[in-house]
């Protein structure tokens, strides 16, 4: 490596190198154009789960551009089981519009019971695996 080059590229690896101001050749990297997502609640705990608990992953998906793409993919496929599960299990439970019309207040209840199982369920088919 010739001493005197601002820039060269390492024929093994394809990177380029630039040379800094206090001497020392820096990688030329570049991150590719992400795709811009908007990232529900199940993107977020997912985006934070990986980056806690999963740092390899999480690296490997933002430094090749594919974090939002997997946290948008995460957030649709938690938010489309959230309403199929909720429906199935309503349904297998009894709990109809008529018991809503005749009972609120068991109606809420019986509901809010299903939606925190249906969060455990995602929680760890989903975001935490």
Known sequence: ????????????TEISYTLS?????????????????????YGIMRRNYLKNHRKGLYTALLTTG????????????????????????AEAEGITEQLKADDMMKWVGLMSNIHNRVQEIINNELIYS
């Open 1 to 12: 490596m010739n001493q005197n080059l601002k820039h060269y590229t390492n024929e093994q």
């Open 21 to 41: 101001a206090d001497g020392y050749y820096l990688p030329d990297l570049i991150l590719s154009e992400e795709l811009e997502y908007e990232i529900g609640v």
């Open 66 to 89: 594919k974090l939002n793409e997997h946290l948008n993919e995460i957030d649709q496929i938690a938010n489309d089981r959230m309403e199929l599960i909720t429906k199935q299990m």
